[in-house]
DNA sequence: CGTTATGTTCGATG
DNA sequence: GCATCGAACATAAC
């Protein structure tokens, strides 16, 4: 679930549910998301507090707290939040869970155990020692910080998007999209885009992202909200291009697999 | 049993 | 240094 407009949901989720309620206990269901806290260390900074606000950077959910420091939250592929009234209604796969004096909790679930929770001092730093680009929503990243990041790179497009030291935010699926609005091959390589190409890009980075935000994204009806048009409804074995009807195509590498149009999206002679 | 999965990291290799 | 590839991590679904 948990790319960058997916994480915007689930900032935005905690900031309905959980924000300004004193943290009585943490519940540290599976000490292995933490890293290299102990539970103890982790439990003590926590609990007498509050969630104060989040903000996000790319897939990374900040949450500040009260008095000082950080909650980091990441999801790796299978993270999710749940708020619920009763303990009973805890959800499988909780590795850390927020009780509050109100009487609520919030739980962070991670089938697969992929991403991590923990802390820290100061959100910059933070995004300074994660090694993060530019959050790719952020205006700040804009055309001419995107030429930068592409300057002097050969890569394949689609490793590019999902570089994480170069822009913030994108993963397998969100990358399809983009390059298939785009109308780019995903082995396409960066060096031999031309001016118009690299402006679609960055257009269609910006417009797919906060399309899925606006959509809804990790909500179950995500893919009937989207713009007729968007690939990920199609995005699977059997699944046709939106735009022209061809059977799409898949390429792996990395291990992960690219869905595109072989006609809307040609392979460029590399 | 084999394959696949929205992520990241590490070692080997070119 | 740059880039790619496969494996690993951990767990479940098909």
Redesign the pocket.
Known sequence: ???LP?VELLRRYLDGQALRQRIERVHVGDA?ILADLSAPQFAAKLEGRAFEASRRH??HLLVRLTGDGWLTL?F??TGDLAYFENVADDPPYDRVRFDFAKGGHLAYLN????GRVGLADDAEAFIVA?QLGPDALDPAFDIASFESALD?????VK?LL?D?SLMAGI???YADEILFQARLHPRARTDRLDRAQRRRLFEQIKEVLETAIACGAGAEQLLERLPDGYLLPERQAGGHCPRCGTALATLK?????SYFCPRCQPDPQR
């Open positions: 679930m948990p790319e997916d292995r790319g897939k990441h790796g592929m089938r697969r155990m992929l994660e002097g790179r050969r890569r394949d490793a999902m994480q993963g397998n699926l590498s990395g291990g992960r697999t």
